[in-house]
């Protein structure tokens, strides 16, 4: 009879816990309130990283940029093929070598009724001159040169021919805001966010989701879907499971591990796209020994980056090879570059040529994680065959930046975007002299011929020639070997196979407007 | 006793005083310039030294630790880098949820632990003992982060109960729960095993058998009390080290919780808001530990008489 009841608890207490456990079906979606989701016009997106703020002039993770696109518009904006399209602005013509006239669209509205003026371009722009963390975006355009000659006719002026303009106004520090809401909501202005774009901004639950919905005053055409909850899942399995057990319409930043079994599941598509970065090894050329190009030529022969390559990447699964220093997005890219074919004996010769026949020894400073550690000791074991000593050397990340931007290190390894979606601008941030210390130059080339041409690029305004300068500059960057191209990394989405519409941006500016679900 | 508890929360002071030298000693030796992180890679070097100016980091250790001190004491903990919010907001929004999850997971581990360990121990050397001791040592082993993720696969992706991740509404908080509470169940499982063997043992025990009370009563009403003591402080403990331990749980399970908060910011170096995550789990541990302390002398008499 004892034991009777003694059994009888532990069945009880396991029915509780039986009953907790199985409760309902849990692959339903639900809102941030935890309200069921009305039916399939609410698309879920899980990303992997929080934005600080949604003020476009703060920041600029990738998920932010995301939000921006979909909450605000840009005067001109780049579409998925990377080409520059009228968007607040209607139209634009350059008046002269510096001066350029944006015509406004008429009837734009803002999420709080507003309408677009000049005004408010000229207030977008003006603020990022007083915020430290955008004044970089403004810094080739000229603060007194704004004209609003009316409401719907805007003019800046830049500071010195830089043809580059037209991609900078599409930067989404440079998105459009309304003086009235920014003002009124002050410091609150970074988390009630007020813009033109297809959605408008409806609520953020920290460290869990951001909810936008259609605005149906939009000057376009209407977004499809009536509600985007953007959830905050940081870890990538997690987020993939959630796709994979119906929590998610759409998982961003899918891991590599995952895509195969994503692609082979007729329950969801997986989408993967090279995105505005490669990822490279740097020489430090302010270094002595990485002073003579012939160092860095024998280092790319030395180096079997196929190999590399598959072992990091599993055979093209995560990336596509590199073969440029250009990404294979932007027009002007060289492809008929001669490659550095792994060659340890043309290495050797090319050492002795520039005084080092039994090699030296060199520090590699990276980032302690998988890639950059497995990265490092393949190149130690290829580059010791020609007799370079790698020396592992790893740094914390902050503490890595700042030797890196002080140009401390010998050599070292980033995954860095083009800058602007620009292919000149890019190479000017990677390879101009003027560029050292900054964040995108790490490999601190000295090359007057270089910079000669890339200055000269950068004022062109005739696209044609601008493009055979781009070309040309690949062909002495690729002579000069200041970096080893490892990849292009794809970056991966997964979806629902009843998710249509969803095309993703190179620059991370995903349109969810033209997204809907099929019934 | 009040003069026990007051003499307790005095001695909070010095031990919270500590908790911020050394979480502020931690961040300032950590590599990285806060205005460097606040204004990003493309910040200008005179605008990065001017808020370093501003924000008062050039001044000395000692000069930065008092203000910082003196901060806290007006209720200051700093502004988070990322979201320009007071870090005593971010807090308050997540805490709770912090809270919530590890109450839930204390009320798992409970219900599972002592149901294990009183059967177990009124069943010794039973299948049922063998099986138990084996899978709360088994509970005890496996980390949070695996569990957590074996968990959301067979009861998120294969059988579709419960979602994966989020912390909207009580299905949200099951499987984080279980993945917290199932090892420390089996610590208490254990615990309480052996607590009631030693009393089972005893002659009081005996005694209550041989009056011919029924064996329920004598394992619940004789032997149960009297084995809870360790089992309270093991709760206590478990309380604790679930509000500290949820920092994996919760990110794993996208729960907006200060561990979760916690975790992020130590990625993006947002120092004010690792500080004062830290700061409010040492507060609530020696909140926690106060209370079972103070929780034993209700359940034993003879405790109270020591608290003076």
Redesign the interface.
């Known amino acids: 009879m004892e034991r009777g009841r003694l059994r009888l608890i532990a069945l009880l207490l396991c029915a509780v816990f039986l009953l907790v456990g199985c409760g309902g079906s849990g692959g339903e979606t639900t809102t941030e309130n935890g309200e069921a989701a009305p039916a399939r016009d609410t698309l879920i997106v899980g990303m992997d990283r929080e934005p600080a703020g949604l003020d476009p002039a703060s920041s600029h993770v990738t998920t932010a940029v995301m939000i921006f696109n979909n909450i605000y518009d840009t005067l001109l904006a780049f579409d998925t093929d990377m080409q520059i399209q009228p968007r607040l602005a209607e139209s634009y013509e350059q008046l002269d070598d510096v001066t350029y006239k944006f015509n406004l669209r008429k009837g734009v509205k803002f999420h709080n009724g507003e309408e677009l003026k000049s005004s408010d371009v000229l207030f977008s722009f003006k603020r990022l001159y007083d915020i430290p963390a955008a004044q970089g975006q403004v810094d080739m355009i000229d603060p007194n040169g704004f004209e609003c000659p009316d409401d719907y006719t805007f003019i800046l002026r830049t500071k010195e021919p830089w043809s580059a303009l037209p991609a900078q106004v599409c930067s989404s520090y440079m998105n459009i805001l309304n003086e009235k809401a920014v003002t009124e909501a002050g410091e609150d202005y970074n988390r009630n966010p007020v813009g033109t774009g297809p959605f408008k901004f409806v609520s953020w639950t920290p460290g869990d989701s951001i909810v936008v919905e259609r605005f149906d005053d939009y000057w376009g055409d209407k977004a499809i879907l009536n509600k985007v909850v953007f959830r905050i899942i940081t870890e990538t399995t997690s987020r993939v499971i959630d796709l994979e057990s119906g929590g998610l319409d759409i998982a961003l930043a899918v891991g590599v591990t995952d895509v195969e079994r994503l692609q082979n599941n007729p329950d969801f598509e997986l989408i993967q796209f090279t995105h505005t970065g490669i990822r490279y090894g740097a020489f430090n050329c302010s270094k002595e020994i990485f002073s003579d190009k012939r160092v860095r030529q024998a280092l790319n022969y030395a180096t079997d980056v196929d190999t590399i390559f598959n072992v990091l990447y599993d055979n093209g699964l995560g990336a596509m090879r590199a073969d440029s220093p250009v990404i294979p997005l932007l027009p002007g890219r060289n492809t008929d570059l001669p490659k550095y074919e792994y060659n340890p004996e043309k290495a050797k010769e090319l050492l002795a040529e520039a005084g080092y026949p039994d090699g030296f020894s060199v520090e590699y400073n990276y980032l302690a994680n998988t890639t950059n550690t497995r990265l490092g000791e393949m190149l130690q074991a290829q580059w010791a065959e020609v007799g370079v000593e790698l020396i592992m050397s790893p740094l914390e990340s902050a503490t890595l930046t700042a030797a890196l931007n002080a140009g401390e290190h010998d050599f070292c390894t980033a995954n860095s975007t083009y800058a602007l979606g620009d292919t000149i601008e890019g190479l000017y941030s990677f390879f101009h002299s003027s560029m050292h210390g900054t964040s995108r130059c790490r490999a601190f080339l000295s090359s007057p011929e270089i910079d000669a041409l890339l200055d000269e690029a950068r004022v062109e305004q005739d696209e044609e020639r601008r493009l055979e300068l781009a070309y040309k500059i690949q062909e002495l960057i690729h002579e000069e070997a200041p970096w080893i191209y490892i990849a292009y990394e794809y970056y991966n989405v997964g979806l629902k196979s009843d998710v249509k519409g969803f095309v993703p941006a190179p620059n991370s500016a995903h349109d969810f407007s033209k997204v809907y679900i099929e019934p | 006793m009040i003069r026990y508890i007051l003499r307790r929360i005095l001695m909070m002071i010095p031990v919270m005083l500590g908790v911020t030298l050394i979480v502020f000693t931690m961040m300032y030796i950590?590599?990285?310039?806060p205005a460097?992180?606040?204004?990003?890679?493309?910040?200008?070097p005179e605008?990065?030294a001017?808020?370093r100016a501003e924000m008062g980091l050039d001044d000395p250790f000692l000069v930065r630790y008092f203000r910082f001190v003196k901060d806290l004491l007006r209720g200051d903990l700093g502004i988070c880098y990322?979201?320009?919010?007071p870090v005593f907001d971010?807090l308050i929004?997540?805490f709770p949820n912090t809270v919530k999850l590890a109450a839930f997971a204390v009320v798992v581990s409970t219900?599972?632990g002592l149901?294990l360990g009183i059967?177990s121990a009124?069943k010794q050397y039973s299948l049922f003992d063998n099986i138990a001791m084996l899978l709360a040592m088994m509970g005890n082993a496996m980390p949070n982060f695996w569990q957590g993720?074996l968990l959301?696969?067979v009861?998120?992706?294969w059988l579709?109960?419960?979602?994966?991740?989020?912390?909207?509404?009580?299905?949200h908080m099951?499987l984080p729960a279980?993945t917290m509470g199932t090892s420390s169940a089996a610590v208490l499982a254990r615990m309480t095993r052996s607590s009631m063997l030693e009393v089972i043992r005893a002659d009081y025990i005996s005694t209550a058998r041989a009056k011919g009370q029924?064996?329920?009563k004598v394992?619940m009403h004789h032997a149960f009390r009297n084995a809870m003591i360790p089992v309270i402080t093991t709760i206590g403990l478990q309380f604790g080290r679930q509000l500290g331990g949820a920092v994996l749980t919760e990110?794993?399970?996208?729960?907006?919780?200060v561990g979760?908060?916690m975790?992020?910011a130590i990625k993006?170096?947002n120092y004010p808001v690792v500080q004062g995550g830290v700061l409010l789990i040492a507060l609530s541990l020696s909140i926690v530990n106060l209370v079972v302390d103070i929780l034993y002398a209700y359940i034993d008499p003879r405790i109270k008489s020591q608290y003076k």
């Not at chain 2, 990322?82 to 919010?85: D, I, M």
């Not at chain 2, 990110?251 to 919780?257: C, L, N, Q, T, V």
């Open positions: 950590t590599p990285g310039d460097q992180i606040i204004l990003g890679d493309n910040a200008t605008a990065v001017k808020l990322a979201t320009k919010q971010r929004q997540t219900i599972m149901s059967i009124a993720l959301m696969l009861f998120s992706l579709g109960w419960l979602p994966a991740s989020g912390f909207s509404s009580f299905k099951i279980l029924t064996e329920f394992i990110s794993i399970f996208a729960i907006p919780g979760k908060m975790v992020d993006a170096r």
